[in-house]
């Protein structure tokens, strides 16, 4: 796998990409994500509507999930030694963590807290970004000192303490699932109150009557974009700097070998019939290597850098009273 990796990293390639075909667990039929004021993402093509089944924000969400062990608060293995930051309660027990925050970095729980100590640590570090141009390289490297995982999903530090609220990382990888040829499937049902059929349903009582909109599909399609350009931009080491596409690779490879169970009406899996091993589209023929060759690999690579991140093995500590 290492020669397949090194041929990403000789600086020839600015994209890895991959496409990789979905179909329901079950039947056909599945329910996409839906907005506020829209509802259910379509757009037409040259061959019929497409519909947006899950978002990149909610794929980044997803991707961040895979690296973290809910049921011991903590990353999973092979991700141990990785930079990150963790807030405790006052009491000392877990509270959150950048790579559950939805900002990282960026959380109010990590910059607004009674403790201090690492807000006025970071914005010490980033003071000479303050003024002037600012350098890519240093705040890379002080992302990834602290929190690795906002090199891949990127950050947006808003706070005018910090450089003026102009530091910001756009994604390096990114993410979503599409669904082309869609119809919809129309269904409905009710929810029954066997006390009072015609009671106030605006308190919640009485029969309410709804209608359910689930969609089926000719194709469904799960997208994946590593930005190799924009990694080897950071001017990292290149000891970092293949730790972050193998970080970017391993976290595509868990999630589609585990739970794709979007919704409670969205449960998908690869379809293996149509692509027996993942390889991506570019660079052609690029073969997503399996988890446990990722896992060797990447617990190589964040020794190799461990000198570099902050913490004891990695984890900052920060404290939070609610």
Request: with cysteine.
């Amino acid at each position: 796998m290492s020669s397949n990796l090194d041929s990403l990293l000789d600086g020839k390639q600015t994209r890895l990409l991959f496409s990789i075909p979905l179909r329901p667990i079950q039947t056909r039929r599945f329910q996409p994500t839906g907005f506020p004021d829209l509802g259910p993402a379509q757009y037409q093509v040259e061959d019929g509507t497409c519909l947006l089944v899950e978002s990149a924000q909610s794929m980044a969400n997803r991707l961040e999930e895979v690296c973290w062990d809910k049921a011991e608060d903590k990353l999973v293995q092979p991700l141990q030694g990785l930079s990150y930051v963790r807030v405790n309660n006052a009491d000392g027990s877990y509270l959150t963590s950048t790579i559950t925050e939805a900002h990282r970095l960026n959380s109010p729980y990590i910059l607004e807290g009674k403790d201090q100590s690492f807000a006025k640590q970071l914005k010490e570090e980033l003071a000479v970004l303050a003024t002037g141009p600012i350098n890519r390289k240093i705040l890379a490297e002080t992302l990834f000192k602290y929190d690795a995982n906002s090199l891949v999903h990127g950050i947006f530090l808003a706070k005018k303490e910090l450089a003026g609220g102009r530091l910001r990382i756009a994604r390096a990888l990114s993410a979503f699932i599409e669904a082309e040829q869609v119809e919809i499937a129309m269904s409905g049902g009710v929810k029954n109150d066997h006390v009072d059929p015609s009671g106030d349903t605006s308190k919640g009582f009485g029969n309410v009557p709804f209608s359910r909109e689930e969609f089926t599909a000719k194709k469904i399609t799960a997208h994946f974009n590593i930005d190799l350009a924009q990694i080897r931009g950071y001017g990292l080491s290149d000891q970092a700097t293949r730790l972050l596409v193998l970080l970017a690779m391993f976290k595509i490879r868990k999630l589609i070998d585990g739970d794709l169970r979007l919704r409670t009406a969205c449960d998908l899996e690869v379809d293996h019939e149509k692509m027996t091993t993942i390889v991506a589209m570019r660079p052609d023929g690029f073969e997503l290597p399996t988890c446990e060759q990722l896992e060797q690999e990447l617990s190589a690579a964040i020794k190799s850098c461990q000198e570099t991140f902050a913490g004891e093995n990695g984890v900052t500590v920060v404290s939070y009273k609610l």
